[in-house]
Protein backbone atom coordinates (compact mmCIF):
# COMPACT_ATOMS: atom_id res chain seq x y z
CA UNK A 1 0.00 0.00 0.00
CA UNK A 2 1.29 3.52 -0.90
CA UNK A 3 -0.60 6.79 -0.35
CA UNK A 4 -1.05 9.56 -3.29
CA UNK A 5 -0.65 12.18 -1.22
CA UNK A 6 2.38 11.20 1.55
CA UNK A 7 3.34 14.68 2.27
CA UNK A 8 -0.17 15.51 3.20
CA UNK A 9 -0.13 12.64 5.67
CA UNK A 10 3.21 13.68 7.27
CA UNK A 11 1.94 17.37 7.77
CA UNK A 12 -1.21 16.81 9.49
CA UNK A 13 0.20 14.00 11.32
CA UNK A 14 3.30 15.45 13.49
CA UNK A 15 0.61 18.34 15.06
CA UNK A 16 -1.93 15.52 15.71
CA UNK A 17 0.25 13.89 17.85
CA UNK A 18 1.74 16.47 19.90
CA UNK A 19 -1.99 17.64 20.07
CA UNK A 20 -2.75 14.05 21.36
CA UNK A 21 0.27 14.06 24.07
CA UNK A 22 -1.57 17.64 25.54
CA UNK A 23 -4.80 16.42 25.74
CA UNK A 24 -3.68 12.90 27.64
CA UNK A 25 -1.17 14.21 29.90
CA UNK A 26 -3.53 17.29 30.71
CA UNK A 27 -5.99 17.03 33.89
CA UNK A 28 -9.29 18.20 33.53
CA UNK A 29 -10.11 21.43 35.91
CA UNK A 30 -11.88 19.29 38.64
CA UNK A 31 -9.23 17.05 38.43
CA UNK A 32 -7.12 19.88 39.53
CA UNK A 33 -9.33 21.19 42.58
CA UNK A 34 -10.21 18.07 43.96
CA UNK A 35 -8.39 15.26 45.33
CA UNK A 36 -9.13 12.05 42.93
CA UNK A 37 -10.62 10.08 46.12
CA UNK A 38 -12.68 13.60 46.71
CA UNK A 39 -13.40 13.51 42.79
CA UNK A 40 -14.39 9.85 42.77
CA UNK A 41 -17.12 10.22 46.27
CA UNK A 42 -18.72 13.51 44.61
CA UNK A 43 -19.07 11.79 40.92
CA UNK A 44 -22.02 10.62 40.37
CA UNK A 45 -22.35 6.95 38.41
CA UNK A 46 -22.90 6.77 34.87
CA UNK A 47 -23.02 4.34 32.40
CA UNK A 48 -20.87 5.80 29.68
CA UNK A 49 -17.74 4.70 28.61
CA UNK A 50 -14.61 6.30 30.86
CA UNK A 51 -12.94 10.00 29.15
CA UNK A 52 -9.83 8.18 29.10
CA UNK A 53 -11.36 5.63 26.52
CA UNK A 54 -13.28 8.53 24.94
CA UNK A 55 -10.45 10.15 24.14
CA UNK A 56 -8.57 7.36 22.62
CA UNK A 57 -11.52 6.55 20.28
CA UNK A 58 -11.94 10.18 19.58
CA UNK A 59 -7.90 10.03 18.73
CA UNK A 60 -8.69 6.72 16.57
CA UNK A 61 -11.46 8.27 14.51
CA UNK A 62 -8.77 11.30 13.41
CA UNK A 63 -6.30 9.35 12.66
CA UNK A 64 -7.85 7.66 10.65
CA UNK A 65 -9.47 10.93 8.69
CA UNK A 66 -5.43 11.49 8.46
CA UNK A 67 -4.99 8.81 6.85
CA UNK A 68 -8.11 8.35 4.26
CA UNK A 69 -6.99 12.30 3.40
CA UNK A 70 -3.46 10.81 2.21
CA UNK A 71 -5.55 8.76 -0.37
CA UNK A 72 -4.24 5.08 0.25
CA UNK A 73 -3.69 2.96 -2.73
CA UNK A 74 -2.57 -0.38 -3.92
CA UNK A 75 -0.97 0.51 -7.24
CA UNK A 76 -1.00 -2.12 -9.83
CA UNK A 77 0.19 -2.17 -13.54
CA UNK A 78 0.01 0.80 -15.53
CA UNK A 79 -3.20 0.63 -18.49
CA UNK A 80 -2.26 1.89 -21.74
CA UNK A 81 -5.52 3.56 -23.25
CA UNK A 82 -5.97 4.01 -27.47
CA UNK A 83 -6.99 7.30 -27.99
CA UNK A 84 -8.18 8.36 -31.37
CA UNK A 85 -8.25 11.99 -32.95
CA UNK A 86 -6.89 14.56 -35.54
CA UNK A 87 -4.45 17.55 -34.61
CA UNK A 88 -5.33 20.49 -37.10
CA UNK A 89 -4.95 24.18 -37.12
CA UNK A 90 -7.58 26.83 -37.38
CA UNK A 91 -6.78 29.77 -39.05
CA UNK A 92 -9.04 32.85 -38.80
CA UNK A 93 -8.60 35.69 -41.64
CA UNK A 94 -8.69 39.12 -39.87
CA UNK A 95 -7.29 41.32 -42.70
CA UNK A 96 -9.53 44.48 -43.82
CA UNK A 97 -12.30 42.89 -46.06
CA UNK A 98 -13.24 40.99 -43.22
CA UNK A 99 -15.15 44.14 -41.73
CA UNK A 100 -17.29 43.86 -45.38
CA UNK A 101 -21.08 42.82 -43.94
CA UNK A 102 -22.50 40.87 -46.55
CA UNK A 103 -22.32 38.24 -43.87
CA UNK A 104 -24.35 39.39 -40.63
CA UNK A 105 -23.00 41.18 -38.57
CA UNK A 106 -19.60 41.20 -40.82
CA UNK A 107 -17.86 38.46 -42.30
CA UNK A 108 -15.03 38.51 -38.89
CA UNK A 109 -18.15 38.01 -36.73
CA UNK A 110 -19.79 35.39 -39.14
CA UNK A 111 -16.37 33.35 -39.33
CA UNK A 112 -15.78 33.80 -35.84
CA UNK A 113 -19.49 31.62 -35.14
CA UNK A 114 -18.57 28.94 -37.87
CA UNK A 115 -15.14 28.13 -35.98
CA UNK A 116 -16.90 27.59 -32.79
CA UNK A 117 -19.33 25.45 -34.64
CA UNK A 118 -15.98 24.10 -35.25
CA UNK A 119 -15.32 23.22 -32.07
CA UNK A 120 -18.26 21.79 -31.15
CA UNK A 121 -17.63 19.50 -34.02
CA UNK A 122 -14.49 17.87 -33.08
CA UNK A 123 -14.32 17.58 -29.54
CA UNK A 124 -12.04 15.14 -28.89
CA UNK A 125 -9.93 16.61 -31.12
CA UNK A 126 -6.53 19.12 -31.02
CA UNK A 127 -6.80 21.74 -32.22
CA UNK A 128 -4.45 25.30 -32.71
CA UNK A 129 -5.47 28.55 -33.61
CA UNK A 130 -3.78 30.93 -35.89
CA UNK A 131 -4.94 35.08 -36.90
CA UNK A 132 -3.32 36.01 -39.94
CA UNK A 133 -3.31 38.99 -42.18
CA UNK A 134 -0.11 40.46 -44.00
CA UNK A 135 1.37 38.58 -41.24
CA UNK A 136 0.48 35.62 -39.54
CA UNK A 137 0.75 34.59 -35.83
CA UNK A 138 -0.48 31.85 -33.20
CA UNK A 139 -3.13 32.47 -31.22
CA UNK A 140 -3.35 29.11 -28.91
CA UNK A 141 -1.15 25.59 -28.97
CA UNK A 142 -2.75 22.52 -29.62
CA UNK A 143 -5.39 21.57 -27.20
CA UNK A 144 -8.49 19.48 -26.54
CA UNK A 145 -10.01 22.27 -24.13
CA UNK A 146 -12.45 23.35 -26.75
CA UNK A 147 -14.03 26.28 -24.20
CA UNK A 148 -10.83 27.87 -23.94
CA UNK A 149 -10.60 27.86 -27.53
CA UNK A 150 -13.67 29.33 -28.01
CA UNK A 151 -13.02 32.03 -25.62
CA UNK A 152 -9.77 33.02 -27.44
CA UNK A 153 -11.71 33.38 -30.81
CA UNK A 154 -13.76 35.54 -29.17
CA UNK A 155 -11.54 37.53 -27.75
CA UNK A 156 -10.72 38.57 -31.15
CA UNK A 157 -12.50 41.74 -32.14
CA UNK A 158 -12.53 44.75 -34.76
CA UNK A 159 -9.28 46.14 -33.17
CA UNK A 160 -7.31 42.68 -34.42
CA UNK A 161 -8.41 43.82 -38.23
CA UNK A 162 -4.94 45.14 -39.95
CA UNK A 163 -5.88 46.81 -43.42
CA UNK A 164 -2.19 45.56 -44.93
CA UNK A 165 -2.98 43.16 -47.71
CA UNK A 166 -3.20 39.32 -47.08
CA UNK A 167 -0.08 37.32 -47.44
CA UNK A 168 -1.52 33.89 -47.81
CA UNK A 169 2.07 32.65 -47.61
CA UNK A 170 3.50 33.91 -44.54
CA UNK A 171 -0.20 31.56 -43.43
CA UNK A 172 1.79 28.33 -44.84
CA UNK A 173 4.62 28.50 -43.76
CA UNK A 174 3.48 29.36 -40.17
CA UNK A 175 1.09 26.41 -41.22
CA UNK A 176 4.59 24.10 -41.70
CA UNK A 177 6.08 25.03 -38.70
CA UNK A 178 3.26 24.04 -36.39
CA UNK A 179 2.19 20.79 -38.00
CA UNK A 180 5.57 19.82 -38.40
CA UNK A 181 5.28 16.76 -36.53
CA UNK A 182 1.67 16.00 -37.03
CA UNK A 183 0.68 13.25 -39.52
CA UNK A 184 -1.85 13.75 -40.74
CA UNK A 185 -1.15 17.51 -41.37
CA UNK A 186 -4.46 19.01 -41.53
CA UNK A 187 -5.42 23.06 -41.66
CA UNK A 188 -8.86 24.50 -41.85
CA UNK A 189 -8.18 28.22 -42.88
CA UNK A 190 -11.94 31.14 -42.36
CA UNK A 191 -11.54 33.63 -44.84
CA UNK A 192 -12.78 35.26 -47.78
CA UNK A 193 -10.02 34.41 -50.06
CA UNK A 194 -8.50 37.58 -50.32
CA UNK A 195 -6.85 38.94 -53.81
CA UNK A 196 -5.61 36.44 -56.53
CA UNK A 197 -2.04 38.05 -55.95
CA UNK A 198 -2.41 36.89 -52.26
CA UNK A 199 -2.55 33.05 -53.00
CA UNK A 200 0.03 33.28 -55.09
CA UNK A 201 2.53 30.58 -54.05
CA UNK A 202 0.34 29.02 -50.87
CA UNK A 203 -0.92 26.02 -52.95
CA UNK A 204 2.73 25.43 -53.56
CA UNK A 205 4.01 25.64 -49.58
CA UNK A 206 1.40 23.21 -48.72
CA UNK A 207 1.76 20.77 -51.05
CA UNK A 208 5.62 20.74 -50.20
CA UNK A 209 5.02 20.38 -46.59
CA UNK A 210 2.26 17.69 -47.36
CA UNK A 211 -0.46 19.46 -45.82
CA UNK A 212 -4.23 19.02 -46.73
CA UNK A 213 -6.48 22.64 -46.98
CA UNK A 214 -10.00 22.41 -45.98
CA UNK A 215 -11.63 25.97 -46.45
CA UNK A 216 -14.35 27.94 -45.02
CA UNK A 217 -15.07 30.60 -47.52
CA UNK A 218 -17.26 33.57 -46.26
CA UNK A 219 -18.63 36.68 -48.17
CA UNK A 220 -20.54 36.94 -50.70
CA UNK A 221 -20.06 36.76 -54.95
CA UNK A 222 -21.75 39.80 -55.21
CA UNK A 223 -19.50 41.48 -52.45
CA UNK A 224 -19.89 44.38 -49.95
CA UNK A 225 -18.09 47.62 -49.66
CA UNK A 226 -14.22 47.05 -47.40
CA UNK A 227 -14.78 49.26 -44.04
CA UNK A 228 -12.27 51.25 -42.18
CA UNK A 229 -12.21 50.94 -38.44
CA UNK A 230 -14.79 54.34 -38.44
CA UNK A 231 -17.58 51.96 -40.05
CA UNK A 232 -16.70 53.91 -43.14
CA UNK A 233 -16.58 52.82 -46.80
CA UNK A 234 -12.86 52.49 -48.20
CA UNK A 235 -12.35 54.45 -51.46
CA UNK A 236 -9.70 54.17 -54.00
CA UNK A 237 -7.65 57.30 -55.50
CA UNK A 238 -10.46 57.81 -57.56
CA UNK A 239 -13.01 58.29 -55.20
CA UNK A 240 -14.32 54.99 -56.16
CA UNK A 241 -16.23 52.53 -53.12
CA UNK A 242 -13.88 49.49 -52.68
CA UNK A 243 -15.77 46.44 -53.09
CA UNK A 244 -14.63 42.94 -52.13
CA UNK A 245 -15.88 39.72 -53.39
CA UNK A 246 -15.60 36.60 -52.34
CA UNK A 247 -12.56 34.49 -53.77
CA UNK A 248 -13.25 30.80 -54.74
CA UNK A 249 -10.00 30.08 -55.71
CA UNK A 250 -9.01 29.34 -52.53
CA UNK A 251 -11.75 26.47 -52.34
CA UNK A 252 -9.94 25.47 -55.34
CA UNK A 253 -6.64 25.45 -53.52
CA UNK A 254 -8.22 23.37 -51.33
CA UNK A 255 -9.54 20.61 -53.33
CA UNK A 256 -5.74 20.23 -55.03
CA UNK A 257 -4.09 19.30 -52.09
CA UNK A 258 -6.71 16.55 -51.53
CA UNK A 259 -9.11 18.56 -48.76
CA UNK A 260 -12.35 20.19 -49.22
CA UNK A 261 -14.07 23.29 -48.95
CA UNK A 262 -17.55 25.36 -48.14
CA UNK A 263 -18.98 28.54 -49.16
CA UNK A 264 -20.30 28.94 -45.54
CA UNK A 265 -24.07 29.95 -44.84
CA UNK A 266 -26.50 30.23 -42.23
CA UNK A 267 -27.44 26.79 -41.88
CA UNK A 268 -25.59 25.09 -39.61
CA UNK A 269 -25.18 22.03 -41.56
CA UNK A 270 -21.95 23.46 -43.79
CA UNK A 271 -19.57 22.64 -40.81
CA UNK A 272 -20.88 19.50 -40.18
CA UNK A 273 -20.27 18.36 -43.56
CA UNK A 274 -16.89 19.76 -43.35
CA UNK A 275 -15.92 18.14 -40.70
CA UNK A 276 -17.65 14.61 -41.81
CA UNK A 277 -15.07 14.98 -45.16
CA UNK A 278 -12.29 15.35 -42.59
CA UNK A 279 -12.73 12.43 -41.01
CA UNK A 280 -13.84 10.60 -44.33
CA UNK A 281 -10.42 11.49 -45.37
CA UNK A 282 -8.05 10.76 -42.31
CA UNK A 283 -10.73 8.86 -40.38
CA UNK A 284 -7.79 5.69 -39.83
CA UNK A 285 -4.86 8.00 -39.90
CA UNK A 286 -4.21 9.67 -36.30
CA UNK A 287 -3.86 7.39 -33.49
CA UNK A 288 -2.12 8.13 -30.15
CA UNK A 289 -2.18 6.59 -26.59
CA UNK A 290 -1.93 7.78 -22.92
CA UNK A 291 -0.49 5.83 -19.85
CA UNK A 292 -2.80 5.64 -16.83
CA UNK A 293 -2.08 4.25 -13.08
CA UNK A 294 -3.91 1.68 -12.46
CA UNK A 295 -4.69 2.17 -8.60
CA UNK A 296 -7.42 0.38 -6.11
CA UNK A 297 -8.62 2.82 -3.95
CA UNK A 298 -8.60 2.06 -0.30
CA UNK A 299 -9.58 5.96 1.22
CA UNK A 300 -13.41 4.67 1.95
CA UNK A 301 -12.32 1.89 4.70
CA UNK A 302 -9.99 4.22 7.03
CA UNK A 303 -12.94 7.02 6.43
CA UNK A 304 -15.71 4.43 7.33
CA UNK A 305 -13.73 3.51 10.29
CA UNK A 306 -13.60 7.14 11.23
CA UNK A 307 -17.37 7.51 10.99
CA UNK A 308 -18.01 4.84 13.24
CA UNK A 309 -15.37 5.88 15.72
CA UNK A 310 -16.76 9.24 15.65
CA UNK A 311 -20.41 8.13 16.42
CA UNK A 312 -19.48 5.89 19.37
CA UNK A 313 -17.22 8.72 21.28
CA UNK A 314 -19.95 11.33 21.07
CA UNK A 315 -22.90 8.82 21.97
CA UNK A 316 -20.90 8.03 25.03
CA UNK A 317 -21.13 12.02 26.21
CA UNK A 318 -22.65 12.25 29.39
CA UNK A 319 -26.16 14.29 29.46
CA UNK A 320 -25.76 17.30 31.38
CA UNK A 321 -27.67 16.92 34.81
CA UNK A 322 -29.76 19.78 37.15
CA UNK A 323 -28.04 19.62 40.47
CA UNK A 324 -29.85 20.80 42.80
CA UNK A 325 -27.72 22.58 46.07
CA UNK A 326 -28.75 21.92 49.60
CA UNK A 327 -27.89 24.43 52.20
CA UNK A 328 -26.71 22.73 55.56
CA UNK A 329 -28.16 23.43 58.92
CA UNK A 330 -27.49 26.53 60.83
CA UNK A 331 -25.02 26.32 64.37
Known sequence: MTFVYPYLFWVLILPFTVFALLI????????????????????????TIPLMVR??????????????????????????????GLSLLAALDISGSMRSQDNYPSRLAFAKKKMELLFEKMPGDEIALAAFAHSSFILAPFSSDKATLAQIIDGVNDSYINMGSTDFSALGRLS???????????????????????????????????????????????????????????????GAIVITQRNDALGQI????????????????????????????????????VTIKDR????????????????????????????????????
Request: no cysteine.
Open 55 to 84: NIVMFAAIFLMITAMARPVIEKSDKVIEME
Open 24 to 47: STNKDRLSRIFDEKVLARLSAADD
Open 296 to 331: EELFYYPLTGALALLLTAFGSIPKRRRVTAQKGGGR
Open 176 to 238: ASMLEKKKPKIAVVFSDGGDPEALEGFADILKESGITLYAVLVGTPEGAPVLDSNGKPVTSPD
Open 254 to 289: AIDTGGAFVAAGNQKDDIAQLVEAIRSDHQSKQTGT
